[in-house]
């Protein structure tokens, strides 16, 4: 059973633009949210979490919006840059004892310039 | 930043073969996993690894596949007979399992390329 799941599988912006991705999971014991930014021929990197004790966590360009009534949460991107193309991951856990990261499959962005 | 590290970054290994894949965790560091991702897809989790022992393991960690990390060395997964459908790029990640909700978060290594003929 996939535990997080992403839509779109892919997105084409324009520069400038806000880019938004979509994610849901299964779990309602999940409580921590990360999303990862992934280029190619690296590993994932965190870009930034949300807790579910909160509804939306800000950094720069970048807003995690939280419904913990739905298990719905998705990343805004405004002002999206060329430099921002990449795949973004969103990922689910349950930080209560030993914890165990579940991601989803991924949403490939790209920004035309 | 810390850093995972990863050796090889590339390996060629003909089906059948045994190969260890080796993971440099953060130092400090103390939940372990591996996962894979096949064509810059989904990262699959495989499994995870606290206080010397396997915690949680996924479907595809099968029988073949073994883990360890001896005397806080190298965190290595092994593969005993390889198969051609493990080709893919294997990540080792590592986090620091005390940092609290919202402080959690997973370093990941660059992946090593399994190639499986």
């Known amino acids: 059973q996939q535990q997080v799941r992403q839509s779109p599988q892919s997105l084409t912006v324009w520069e400038g633009e806000t880019a938004i991705l979509n994610c849901s999971y299964e779990?309602?014991?999940?409580?921590?949210f990360p999303w990862y930014q992934q280029f190619p021929g690296e590993g994932p990197a965190l870009l930034i979490s949300?807790?579910?004790?909160?509804d939306k966590k800000e950094d720069g360009r970048f807003t995690i919006f939280f419904n913990k009534r739905e298990k719905k949460l998705s990343l805004h991107i405004t002002d999206s840059q060329p430099g921002d193309s990449a795949t973004y991951f969103c990922?689910?856990?349950?930080?209560?004892?030993?914890?165990?990261?579940?991601f989803g499959k991924g949403t490939s962005l790209t920004v035309i310039p | 930043g810390p850093k995972v590290l990863q050796i090889p970054s590339h390996q060629i290994i003909d089906m059948g073969q045994m190969v260890t894949l080796n993971c440099d965790p953060v130092?400090?560091?103390?939940?372990f996993y591996w996962y894979k991702q096949i064509l810059g897809q989904q990262m699959e989790f495989l499994v995870n690894?606290?206080?010397?022992?396997?915690?949680?393991k996924s479907k595809l960690f099968k029988d073949q596949f073994s883990v360890e990390r001896p005397d806080g060395s190298y965190f290595t997964l092994k593969i005993q007979p390889t198969a051609l459908e493990d080709s893919a790029v294997y990540f080792c990640?590592?986090?620091?399992?005390?940092?609290?909700?919202?402080?959690?978060?997973?370093?990941f290594g660059h992946g090593t390329k399994l190639s499986v003929l």
């Open positions: 990922a689910a856990s349950e930080i209560t004892g030993y914890q165990n990261f579940y």
């Open positions: 130092s400090n560091h103390l939940y």
């Open positions: 690894f606290y206080n010397g022992k396997v915690m949680e």
């Open positions: 990640a590592s986090s620091l399992g005390t940092g609290g909700i919202s402080n959690e978060r997973l370093f």
């Open positions: 949300i807790s579910s004790v909160s």
């Open positions: 779990d309602s014991t999940f409580n921590y």
